[in-house]
């Protein structure tokens, strides 16, 4: 990684701090623990508990982190649902999209009943949706959640985490879907690998795509 572009990481992250409860637990943690430590030189009571009492509060925000990171992995099926992780679903037929006069696969999807156009990439790990869909659709950044970063044609940027409760296209149905919020992604939408490594499989034959889910539906049975 160059220097510009671990300053730009360092500094995204810095401004996202203000926007993300686990980030300024981490700080308040960490601040927190200094104080303790001094105490405990000072040898000033309580000190000793100050700084295993922040260890615990980083120990939980670690354990919170790793909970959000892990449902990335498709292997890992992770669903807290009071911490408003419920479990991601892809199911219905087998759909075919075919391929667009730009030489990409593009499908139009609801998400929570929104129409949007979302480009297939099977280069993105994550789903992401543009802030326009997100305010139509009503989804709004996970509270307290970790900033993530993305990389870009025109570099990193900063996004929010969210979930959708179901997104459909086809004969596909998504529910409890991860995606990020990206606004410097402009009016762009994508299907990421977090949604496509959740098929049975998915293909391109000629010029079509083919996803296949892992729980396919009788058609009278899709919705």
């Known amino acids: 990684m160059s220097i510009k572009a671990l300053w730009e990481y360092l500094a995204m992250t810095?401004?996202?701090?203000?926007?993300?409860?686990?980030l300024l637990m981490v700080v308040a943690a960490i601040a927190v623990s200094a104080i303790g430590s001094l105490m405990v030189r000072r040898k000033v009571p309580l000190g000793l508990m100050?700084?295993?009492?922040?260890?615990?509060?980083?120990?939980?925000v670690l354990l919170v982190v790793v909970l959000q990171l892990s449902?990335?992995?498709?292997?890992?099926?992770?669903?807290?649902?009071?911490?408003?992780?419920?479990?991601?679903?892809?199911?219905?037929?087998?759909?075919?999209?075919p391929m667009a006069p730009d030489g990409h696969f593009w499908?139009?999807?609801?998400?929570?009943?929104?129409?949007?156009?979302?480009?297939?990439?099977?280069?993105?790990?994550?789903?992401?949706?543009?802030?326009?869909?997100?305010?139509?659709?009503?989804?709004?950044?996970?509270?307290?959640?970790?900033?993530?970063?993305?990389?870009?044609?025109n570099g990193p940027v900063s996004a929010e985490?969210?979930?959708?409760d179901e997104m459909r296209f086809g004969s596909v149905a998504a529910r409890g879907l991860d995606v990020v919020i990206a606004p410097s992604l402009g009016q762009?939408?994508?299907?990421?690998?977090?949604?496509?490594?959740?098929?049975?499989?998915?293909?391109?034959?000629?010029?079509?795509?083919?996803?296949v889910p892992n729980n396919p539906q009788p058609e009278s049975d899709q919705r």
Request: glycine share 10%; net charge positive; proline share 6%.
């Open 50 to 60: 100050v700084r295993r009492a922040s260890t615990v509060v980083l120990g939980g």
């Open 107 to 153: 499908l139009r999807a609801q998400i929570n009943g929104v129409p949007a156009n979302f480009l297939v990439d099977t280069g993105a790990t994550l789903t992401a949706i543009s802030q326009d869909l997100a305010d139509r659709a009503a989804i709004k950044p996970r509270p307290g959640g970790l900033p993530v970063t993305i990389n870009t044609a």
């Open 188 to 211: 762009t939408n994508v299907v990421g690998m977090n949604l496509l490594s959740r098929l049975a499989s998915w293909r391109v034959e000629g010029n079509n795509m083919i996803l």
């Open 161 to 164: 985490l969210s979930t959708i």
């Open 71 to 97: 449902r990335f992995d498709s292997r890992l099926e992770i669903a807290v649902p009071q911490f408003g992780l419920p479990e991601q679903i892809v199911e219905g037929g087998e759909t075919r999209i």
């Open 14 to 22: 810095i401004s996202a701090i203000p926007r993300s409860g686990l």
